[in-house]
C-alpha cells in the first residue's frame, strides 16, 4: 500500500515529469557525446591512413586499412558468436529451471483437491511408485562400457 501511495504522490507532485525531463536531456547528451567520438574516431582513422600512406605508398595503405577493418569485423563476429551461445545455454537453464518450478507449484496447488476424493490417492500414489520403481531399474543398470564398442 506504501509504494502505491508514493507513485500517486510522486504523480501528483509532478516528480515523474521531472524525472522523465532529465532523462531526455541525458539522453540527448549521450546521443550527442557518442556522435562526437565517431567523428572524432573517424579522423584519427583518417590521419592513421595520410601517415602510412606517406610512410608506404596509398596503394599498401589501402590494402593494409582495408585488411586491418576486415580482421576487426571477423574478430567482433566471433565474440559475438561465443557470447550468444553461452548466453542461449544460460537461458535454456533458467528456462529449464522454470519451468520445473511452473510444475512443482501447479502439482502443490492440484494436490489439496487430488487428495479430498477417493480416485486422489490412487491418481497420487501411482505415478509415485513408478518413479520409485525407474529409480530402483536405473541404480541396478550396470552403465554401457565405453571400451567395449573399441574391442569389436
Known sequence: MGLLVSLISGFAS???AAAMRRARTAAVIYVLATLAALCGLGFLV???????AARYGSLAAALGFGAGFLVIAGLILLIHRLMSGASARREARRRNADMKMIGITAALAVLPTLLKGKAGLGLILGPAAALVAYAIYRENVKPDDPDEGERR
Request: proline fraction near 0%; hydrophobic fraction near 50%; avoid cysteine.
Open 14 to 16: 509532478g516528480e515523474t
Open 46 to 52: 583518417g590521419a592513421a591512413y595520410i601517415w602510412a
